[in-house]
């Protein structure tokens, strides 16, 4: 029995327990928000109620992830309008999030598929060819201090609004969304002013933030998996090329189990319910290593993929310029 062999048994949708993520969900969002407005002078409730809003913000994304995936509700139809329902909420086009997500489903781990939009890795032999600019801007892209603040507002805010192949999967569908994320920052506004937008921001702001960390850990970790056609195998690089992160049971609660991302990419029809639990089980059966919130944050030092190691590493340690001979 193979992993895709195994986790078949956690596939059964449950519409009662997809109602109560997706629509709980939403009344966490919906609740938190006013409640920060109202909170605006008081520091230390108006942050914690900022984070939880933005929290449930990452959940919805996820919730609509699973919805590209067509695997949150039972029946097809109900999958894509939940979506749809999403994108005001989630700032990403349902039809642009599908289509470049079962993009990267497909290439995963590819060294020659490299997508934009995916973060960004470079070869160790690619850096060591480079020029200096080109070292530069790759050391600041990969700076977790630039990235992830500065990477989580670019992509969600302003790439989203044309994403990448909006021709391909309609151009109504975008900018109608853009409409109704306008409308819905208007009546933020309507109802709370600059207050409310400023407060609006700060849960855009750490939804970005703790999007792009997951984002990066999903697929950035020492040994995680990239090679070359023909030896690029799918199968070894959905496994070994993504992570399964235990950071606790309150974060797979707050992130709806997408931490386990190795089991999802083998298998994307598991339903966000039912991940944690495949997971949990499917290691008493197969080898899957786990990484905790010590090897999460490690990872964040590692930049390059060592094709003869076959590991992330470091930036290499620039070498002491040697003093010229007279």
């Not at 208007?186 to 960390?213: D, E, M, Q």
């Not at 089991?263 to 008493?284: K, V």
Request: aromatic share 14%.
């Amino acid at each position: 029995m193979d992993t895709r062999e195994f986790t078949s048994a956690y596939c059964k949708r449950d519409d009662r327990i997809a109602a109560l993520s997706y629509f709980g969900t939403f009344v966490v969002y919906f609740g938190t928000l006013p409640l920060a407005i109202l909170a605006a002078d008081v520091p230390w409730l108006v942050i914690p109620l900022i984070i939880l809003n933005g929290t449930a913000g990452v959940r919805l994304y996820v919730l609509q992830h699973d919805c590209g995936h067509l695997s949150l509700w039972s029946r097809r139809e109900w999958n894509v309008w939940a979506g749809y329902g999403l994108s005001t909420f989630t700032l990403t086009p349902f039809r642009a999030m599908q289509y470049n997500h079962n993009d990267h489903h497909a290439h995963v781990g590819d060294l020659d598929a490299r997508r934009s939009g995916e973060i960004h890795t470079m070869t160790l032999r690619e850096w060591n060819a480079a020029d200096w600019q080109t070292r530069l801007k790759y050391r600041l892209y990969r700076n977790p201090f630039i990235m992830i603040p500065l990477g989580g507002i670019y992509t969600y805010v302003l790439r989203y609004r044309w994403p990448k192949n909006t021709l391909k999967v309609g151009i109504l569908g975008v900018m109608v969304q853009n409409a109704l994320l306008a409308l819905w920052i208007y009546v933020i506004w309507w109802f709370a002013g600059t207050t409310g937008l400023w407060i609006y921001a700060g849960t855009v702001l750490w939804a970005a933030l703790l999007g792009v960390f997951m984002v990066y850990l999903q697929h950035n970790f020492e040994d995680t998996y990239w090679d070359r056609k023909p030896e690029h195998r799918l199968k070894k690089a959905v496994i070994k090329g993504s992570s399964a992160l235990d950071l606790g049971w309150w974060f797979d609660l707050a992130t709806a189990n997408i931490a386990y991302h190795d089991l999802h990419h083998d298998n994307p029809r598991i339903p966000s319910y039912r991940l944690r639990q495949c997971h949990r089980d499917a290691r008493e059966v197969f080898d899957l290593p786990v990484i905790h919130w010590p090897e999460a944050l490690r990872s964040f030092t590692l930049k390059l993929w060592d094709e003869d190691q076959g590991r992330l590493v470091p930036f290499p340690k620039t070498p002491k310029s040697s003093a010229v001979k007279a």
